[in-house]
């Protein structure tokens, strides 16, 4: 293939002035006939244009700048993010956040990305309008991404399914899950709730198919959630549970620190696991046995896909299923 040098050789002229000459720069004072004569050449030999690769990533996150900085599910993700597009001379723009605190999303941003990464419960008709604007997309942690749009996730119902097997083949059947409700947002920041939990739904299906009764709890996502569950079951009638779920690591402390607080021997007379096994939880006394959800890989593989995309390797949209793993530790043993 020709090169800028070839045309400057032939046309007598420096292989900058031909470079200024193809790229149209409008500060380049050069005759008239200078300028045919380079396309000319430039035609005779076939020379193609090398387009420089758009290699900017911009974030579009569900999560504020606080919720950000205090919860390590998002925290973990965007290190991880950021230490791959390092890896792979990549570059971030600044992050846009779809949080309900702006009244204005600038979609020229997106459109000026080489490709975006998008992470939180959006629904499907943003993830599609978001499309529209830059169809090198990749979203994180959302199943219900559709099929013409790259993801990657875990797959939570079978994770909860193949838990709460394990759960039974060790006798036990009184099993509580807490958690909280999904809110999807859409771009505008307006959100509304769904009951839909994967996780919760999981356990639904699974104590109907085994005719177990339900215990559940779904008041949120926070540590206090996981106090306040603790101290329903203990001022409740019904026997208390053997196991509790937590459907996250934070809701888990919570529950174990109110569970400590009671004199409940943990995991003699209840044991206790939680979902996402963030650092958080390593450090707990005892240590907290949590269903791993790799959101480390989430990030990693994300970046790559969006590469993919930005060098063109790619054109059909894969969904990543990343394995969810059971990390059995004090306060429950396999």
Known sequence: MASIRDIA???????GTVSRVLNNDPTLSVAKETR????????????EKVTRKNKRIQIITYASREKEMSDPYYREIRLAIEAEVKRLNLSLK??????????????????????????????????????THNANMVVINNPNT???????????????????????????TKIAYIGGHHTIRELNGITTTNAADVRYQAYQSWCEKHDVEEIVLLNGWGKTQGEDAVKVYLESDHAFPQ?????????????????QLNKK??????????????????????????????????????VRMAEERINNTRQIAIHVVVEAQLKARNTFKV
């Open 94 to 131: 600044r992050t846009i956040r779809i949080d309900g605190q702006q009244d204005h999303i600038d979609l020229n941003k997106i459109e000026n990305a080489g490709a975006i990464i998008v992470i939180g419960n959006f629904s499907v008709d943003a993830l599609n309008k978001l499309k």
């Open 146 to 172: 559709p099929k013409s749009i790259d993801a990657v996730y875990s797959d939570l119902d079978d994770a909860m399914t193949e838990l709460l097997n394990r759960i039974l083949d060790k006798g036990l």
């Open 9 to 15: 050789r032939q046309a007598e002229v420096s292989p």
């Open 243 to 259: 196991v509790f779920i937590a459907g996250n690591d934070m809701i888990a402390i919570g529950i174990l620190q109110q569970l």
């Open 36 to 47: 045919t004569r380079i396309h000319q050449i430039a035609q005779a030999l076939q020379y």
């Open 265 to 302: 021997a943990i995991p003699e007379e209840v044991k206790l696991i939680s979902f996402n096994d963030l650092e958080v939880i390593q450090y707990a006394v005892p240590s907290i046995s949590s269903v791993h959800i790799p959101v480390d890989e989430f990030g990693r593989t994300a």
